[in-house]
Every structure is written in structure tokens, then in C-alpha cells.
């Protein structure tokens, strides 16, 4: 498959994507949200967990982004995340960089 | 009862303790030939159990969880139980993205989530008195492992 190039502001998510973080991670990127012109990508390398409170955390950033018109992508997803990805229909609204 | 090892433990509802529950979930599954696999399918069902006592069980109030593991010969199983409000009707709590719409973005997958990631989720509830969530995973034995064992014997 050929390799996508987008630009876009890039995050770096790190550790677990559970409810326990969830709200600091919200947070965050919703200040990167904020500043971003293109839409975001978060990079997944570092991500080790990820449960149904970050599928909540996603659909939320993606309709935030969707109001100011655009995209968020995903990249470096590791297995387990792709399962919760594939399994909840997110790769429908949010594009995986290779 | 054919129990080869089981374990309780009993801690406050707090989403710090979402983290510590999975840990100690995957720590006691250990001893059977999980793979990286399933040991992050057990972490994330239990922490989905777990969430959900800490969320809607006692949505934020002070109250009791307890984790039970249970390992029989290659299944192990997890029972998550709290003492909150129970659950109303199982069957619509337990449909993809049904969620109850509190203020947190919730995507109503916890369920789901644990019932792809386990073999069997069984639920029972008392509204006013609680819900337990029974979670049950068998590991296929290590084919290599069990050769040798009939080799030897």
C-alpha cells in the first residue's frame, strides 16, 4: 500500500486509554484541537491499552474537529488498539495513516 | 468444584482502581499459556467491568468492588461485583452503544467490548442491590508443552 502524507498537527498519545485518563487526555487535545489548521493525528506507538472510554474520548475529539471542518487521523496503532478500532467501527470515521 | 487456584479481593470504586483491578486480573491469569493477546483481552474486559461499577454502579459516590478469579484446569473466570444501583434492564444495557448519557463521553461499548474479548459474559443484576459481572476466558494449552507432558508420562 502506498504511504499517505498528510499534514497535520501530530500527538503523541502515551500510556493507558482508560476512563481513569481519559479526562486529562480530553483535555489535552482539546487545547491541540485548538490550535490545529489541518486536523490532528495521534501516533498510537506508545499507547499499551485502550477501552471503550477511549472510543468515547475519539468519537468526541472527531466530532469536535468535524465542527471546525477537519480530519483526525490515526497512525502506529498497535494490535490490541486496532481490535478495539475494527470492533467499534471507528476506522469508519477515522482514517489509519500508514 | 474443580478449582486449581482463586483469589479475591475487595477495594474502593475509584478510577484509580481501574488500573490496579486489570493488573492483578492479568497477574493471576498468567499461569496459563496466555499470549500477549489475551492477556490485554482480560486486562481491557475486567477494566470494562470495573469502569462501569466505578461509573454507573455508584456513579462517582463512595463504594465496594469486589474482583473474583477463578482458574479450572484452562479457563480462567473473573466475577466483578458491586453493591450500587443495579441495572434496570440488562438486555438494552448490553446493546453497542447504548449509554445511559451522563455528561461524560461515554461511547456505550463497554459491554461489547467485553464480550469480544472473552468467551462468555454473563450478567445478573438487583436494581437497588447491585450487578455482577461474570467474565470467563479459556486459553488453549500450548500444543509443544502438552506433547511433551504425554511424552513423559
Do not use: W
Not at chain 2, 483481552?41 to 470495573?50: G, R
Amino acid at each position: 500500500m502506498q504511504k499517505t502524507t498528510v499534514r497535520a498537527l501530530c500527538v503523541e498519545l502515551e500510556g493507558e486509554l482508560d476512563h481513569h485518563n481519559a479526562e486529562t487526555i480530553r483535555r489535552q487535545l482539546d487545547r491541540a484541537i485548538m490550535r490545529c489548521r489541518n486536523g490532528l493525528i495521534l501516533d498510537f506507538s506508545h499507547v499499551t491499552l485502550m477501552d471503550s472510554s477511549g472510543i468515547g474520548l475519539l468519537i468526541g475529539r472527531y466530532k469536535k474537529l468535524k465542527e471546525k471542518g477537519m480530519p483526525l487521523y490515526v497512525k502506529n496503532v498497535n494490535s490490541h488498539v486496532d481490535k478495539i478500532f475494527r470492533m467499534s467501527g471507528l476506522y469508519n470515521i477515522i482514517e489509519k495513516l500508514l | 468444584m474443580n478449582t486449581d487456584n482463586y483469589m479475591e479481593l475487595i477495594f474502593p470504586a475509584t478510577s484509580q482502581n481501574e488500573a490496579f483491578a486489570r493488573v492483578c486480573a492479568a497477574a493471576f491469569a498468567a499461569r496459563l499459556d496466555c499470549t500477549m493477546e489475551d492477556i490485554s483481552d482480560i486486562k481491557t474486559a475486567v477494566s470494562e467491568a470495573v469502569t462501569n461499577a466505578v461509573v454507573h454502579a455508584y456513579t462517582h459516590q463512595k463504594g465496594k468492588v469486589i474482583l473474583r478469579g477463578e482458574i479450572s484446569k484452562n479457563t480462567v473466570t473473573f466475577e466483578i461485583q458491586d453493591f450500587g444501583k443495579g441495572i434496570e434492564d440488562i438486555q438494552q444495557a448490553m446493546q453497542p452503544f447504548y449509554s445511559t448519557g451522563n455528561s461524560e463521553e461515554r461511547s456505550g461499548m463497554g459491554f461489547t467490548v467485553m464480550q469480544s474479548f472473552m468467551d462468555r459474559v454473563v450478567v445478573r443484576s438487583q436494581p437497588g442491590h447491585g450487578t455482577t459481572v461474570r467474565l470467563e476466558k479459556t486459553i488453549p494449552v500450548n500444543s509443544m508443552e502438552a506433547a511433551a507432558n504425554v511424552a513423559l508420562s
